[in-house]
């Protein structure tokens, strides 16, 4: 819940948020954890959190 949020106030939109029970949820911890691909890849992220959404955003204005 708070990437939604934090993506929510970064793309100046007003979006309601709810959540569909009838489907199954898969914990957001599990897809956003970098640290086994920084232990065994050596990789490192270029940009910080907010700076990739913003990013993401403005590419999604930009192409769709």
Do not use: C, Y
């Not at 970064?10 to 959540?19: A, E, G």
Request: net charge positive; glycine share 2%; aromatic share 4%.
């Amino acid at each position: 819940i708070d990437i939604i949020k934090k993506i929510i106030k970064l793309s100046d939109k007003n979006i309601k948020v709810f959540h569909d029970l009838s489907k199954p949820s898969i914990p957001l911890n599990i897809l956003v954890n970098s640290s086994k691909a920084k232990k065994e890849l050596k990789w490192s992220p270029k940009v910080n959190l907010d700076q990739g959404i913003k990013k993401t955003i403005q590419w999604m204005r930009e192409n769709l």
